[in-house]
C-alpha cells in the first residue's frame, strides 16, 4: 500500500520570505502523479501544483514549486514570497497512474502559519 | 472556485440513523470521489464511480455506499451511523480525458453525529 508522509506538522514563515514544505512518499508503482493541495480554513481543497513521475523537469506554478526527486520519494513544496492569503493546511497527495481507481493517499497535513 | 457544489453544509445526526450526501460534478467531468476527513488528518478514500458504477473502494464498510446518475452527479449514503464517522466528507470530480485525472474538491459537508 502506498503511503504518504508529511513530517513536519506545522511551519511558520515571515511575509515575503520563502519557506519549503517536506513530503515523501512510498511505491512500488513506476506511474504515478503527485499533488499539493491547500485546505483554508473555508475548507476548501484546492490544487496548488501536480508533477507527473515520469517528468524530470520539476512543475512550477507562479510563487509555487516542487522539488521532485523520484529515487528518494520526496516530493517538497517550495513557496516564495509568502503572502497572507497563503496561511493554511497544505496536504500532499499521491495517485497511482491511469487504470488505477483507488483515490488519492493523502499525508497529515503541515499547517502553514504566514507572519506579517 | 472549483465548480463542484455539495450539499448540505452541515447537519447533525444520532447515533444509528442514516444520511445521504449530495455532490455535483465540475462541467465535463465524469468521475467523481469521495472522501472522509476526520478532524486533524488528511482525507481518506471512500469509493470512486465512473458511468455510474463504483470502479474503486478504500478500506471503508459496505454501510458506505453511493450513487452516481446520468448527469455525474453524486450521492453518499451512510447508515447506521457511528459516533466515528462525524468528519468532514469531500467530494471530488475529475475526468478520464485528463491524462493526470487531476481532482478538483467541493467545499465538503460537515457531518456530526450524536
Known amino acids: 500500500a502506498q503511503t504518504v508522509t508529511q513530517s513536519q506538522p506545522e511551519m511558520s514563515v515571515q511575509e515575503a520570505e520563502t519557506v519549503t514544505l517536506s513530503c515523501t512518499y512510498d511505491?512500488?508503482?513506476?506511474?504515478?502523479?503527485l499533488f499539493w493541495y491547500k485546505q483554508p480554513p473555508s475548507r476548501q481543497m484546492i490544487l496548488v501544483i501536480r508533477?507527473?513521475?515520469?517528468?524530470?523537469q520539476n512543475a512550477t506554478e507562479n510563487r509555487f514549486s516542487v522539488n521532485f526527486q523520484k529515487a528518494a520519494k520526496s516530493f517538497s513544496l517550495k513557496i516564495s514570497d509568502s503572502q497572507l492569503g497563503d496561511a493554511a493546511m497544505y496536504f500532499c497527495?499521491?495517485?497511482?497512474?491511469?487504470?488505477?481507481?483507488?483515490?488519492?493517499?493523502f499525508g497529515k497535513g503541515t499547517h502553514l502559519i504566514i507572519q506579517p | 472556485e472549483t465548480g463542484v457544489t455539495q450539499s448540505p453544509t452541515h447537519l447533525i445526526k444520532t447515533r444509528g440513523q442514516q444520511v445521504t450526501l449530495r455532490c455535483s460534478s465540475q462541467?465535463?467531468?465524469?468521475?467523481v470521489s469521495w472522501y472522509q476527513q476526520a478532524l486533524g488528518q488528511g482525507p481518506q478514500f471512500i469509493f470512486q464511480?465512473?458511468?455510474?458504477?463504483?470502479?474503486g473502494r478504500g478500506n471503508f464498510p459496505p454501510r458506505f455506499s453511493g450513487l452516481q446518475f446520468p448527469n455525474y452527479s453524486s450521492e453518499l449514503n451512510v447508515n447506521a451511523l457511528e459516533l466515528d464517522d462525524s468528519a468532514l466528507y469531500l467530494c471530488?470530480?475529475?475526468?478520464?480525458?485528463?491524462?493526470?485525472?487531476?481532482?478538483?474538491f467541493g467545499p465538503g459537508t460537515r457531518l456530526l453525529v450524536l
Open positions: 464511480y465512473y458511468r455510474e458504477e463504483e470502479n
Open positions: 471530488a470530480s475529475s475526468s478520464y480525458r485528463d491524462r493526470v485525472e487531476t481532482q478538483y
Open positions: 511505491t512500488s508503482e513506476s506511474d504515478y502523479y
Open positions: 497527495a499521491y495517485r497511482r497512474g491511469q487504470g488505477g481507481a483507488d483515490g488519492l493517499t
Open positions: 462541467s465535463g467531468h465524469n468521475t
Open positions: 508533477q507527473e513521475a515520469y517528468k524530470q
